[in-house]
């Protein structure tokens, strides 16, 4: 079976969200199975200076106006790529989605580029049957499949989180090179604008997103606009979890740790307690409780919920780590509160990879509060490295979390915390359940336990994503 996927963001090269990680993972998994699997993704200068090109380039024309274009094939560590060479849209380091005057025409190229690789192939002679999107950057692939003309390839189109939908002005329909007939609530048109996720969801033959409970929120009041067209294609859409890849999270294996461990051998986690606090300013010893938050500092992630409870959290008893950036406001409020109890709340405002391994192997309770969450790896992480994750009940965080009852605690499947109403108040009710729970050393080791042996592989998910291709008509 030969599939193209089509995407923005490829870990470590370049990445905003969780869609690097699965672009890095699930690809290699599907290829493990047979499936011959390449991915297409812009030719980002970080991209192109990492990977080694394979062979010859196919040319294309000047998508979009943004001048000559070319498909490079290339190989990043065993992952054959197609990488869309145009530098006028593409040659400027940094986040990929910055820039936004030609914002739509680069993504346009992609998915163009996308459609021309499944109608012609590539100038080494593969050309692939299926072409799966992944989020709005690739949603008008099945646009430009539907509406060109020669061989049509099966179409797949994932959310990762419907609440990015690239919606862009209809004058932008012919510079875009989408006919006129296309603009319409049955092509591309999304309430008067050109919707590229909505073309997407509209137009390809199977639609995915990353866990069941987010299939159903996105069909009612977690749909952003389009629950109705996605509650008519019921019949196509299907949930499908994401995966860990487990060479690259793995406490046993972890190179930024400063000591290894694994489900038999939970005492090595102790010394990366210390050091991570050290490196936070955090007062150092195991006696309080250390929750952490590692997230976009964005509404939807509900970091103003943490916010809520840090004076509560600190009369407990208990530290707080924050690491994330965003929205300007909550960062200058954890920065205060940080500066409020001195070695007792650490914020540190970025990003950094090596900091957040080091904080899934020092952490008690990770905090992972989202008002919506399409899947979510941050809990997967935290129970992997013995983290036990403290979630709202949405998404995929309903689905890979077993909160602590009576009942859970009794019948071994334990592995979290969890709650409901995205409020302060209900936050602060389980956070007080994670307090009681960590005075009660045996049970909290064993629900820690049962986490670090919870297996969140990308195999399973790997071999759904081949069964759901083999429900579309055709020859694969």
């Known amino acids: 079976m030969r599939v193209l996927f089509v995407a923005s963001e490829l870990f470590p090269f370049v990445k905003v969200g969780g869609l690097g990680d699965v672009m890095a993972a699930l690809p290699r998994a599907m290829r493990v199975l047979g499936a011959d699997v390449r991915l297409l993704i812009p030719a980002y200068p970080e991209l192109r200076a990492a990977v080694r090109v394979t062979g010859e380039a196919t040319p294309l024309p000047a998508l979009m106006g943004g001048g000559p274009a070319r498909l490079l094939p290339a190989e990043a560590d065993g992952l054959p790529l197609y990488l869309l060479d145009q530098p006028a849209f593409f040659g400027r380091p940094g986040n990929p989605y910055d820039h936004p005057a030609d914002l739509p025409h680069r993504f346009a190229a992609l998915a163009w580029a996308a459609a021309h690789l499944g109608r012609a192939g590539a100038a080494d002679g593969w050309r692939p049957a299926l072409l799966h999107g992944h989020d709005w950057p690739a949603g008008l692939m099945p646009a430009y499949v539907t509406y060109g003309e020669g061989p049509r390839p099966a179409t797949v189109m994932t959310i990762h989180n419907i609440a990015f939908q690239g919606r862009f002005a209809s004058s932008l329909l012919e510079p875009l090179g989408l006919p006129a007939a296309s603009f319409t609530p049955e092509g591309v048109e999304f309430h008067g604008d050109i919707g590229f996720l909505k073309a997407g969801l509209k137009l390809a033959d199977r639609i995915c997103t990353v866990s069941p409970t987010y299939a159903r929120e996105i069909q009612q009041a977690g ?121 007792r709340v650490a914020a540190f405002i970025g990003y950094d990879e090596a900091l957040a391994h080091r904080a899934f192997a020092a952490a008690d309770v990770i905090l992972v509060p989202s008002r919506q969450e399409p899947c979510g790896l941050t809990q997967l992480y935290a129970q992997a490295y013995g983290a036990l994750p403290l979630v709202r009940r949405t998404g995929g965080l309903a689905d890979t979390v077993v909160g602590v009852t009576p009942g859970t605690l009794a019948d071994g499947s334990a592995t979290g915390f969890q709650f409901d109403a995205p409020t302060g108040w209900a936050l602060g009710e389980a956070i007080n359940d994670a307090l009681d729970l960590f005075q009660d050393g045996a049970a909290w080791r064993q629900v820690q336990r049962q986490g670090m042996a919870a297996r969140f592989g990308w195999e399973g998910p790997a071999r759904t994503y081949l069964e759901l291709y083999g429900t579309i008509p055709g020859e694969r």
Do not use: C
Request: hydrophobic share 40%; charged share 20%.
């Open 223 to 343: 749909g952003h606009g389009l629950e109705g067209l996605l509650a008519h294609r019921n019949g196509h859409l299907q949930g499908i979890l994401n995966g860990v890849d487990r060479t690259v999270w793995n406490p046993a294996t972890d190179p930024h740790l400063v000591s290894r461990y694994d489900l038999k051998h939970p005492s090595r986690r102790l010394p990366n307690r210390p050091d991570f606090q050290h490196r936070l300013g955090l007062e150092e010893g195991a006696a309080a409780p250390l929750f952490v938050a590692i997230s976009r500092l964005d509404p939807l992630k509900g970091l103003d919920l943490v916010l809520d409870n840090v004076d509560h959290l600190v009369a407990r008893g208990a530290q707080l780590a924050v690491i994330g950036t965003g929205d300007p406001h909550a960062e200058g409020a954890f920065r205060q509160a940080a500066q409020r109890h001195p070695g």
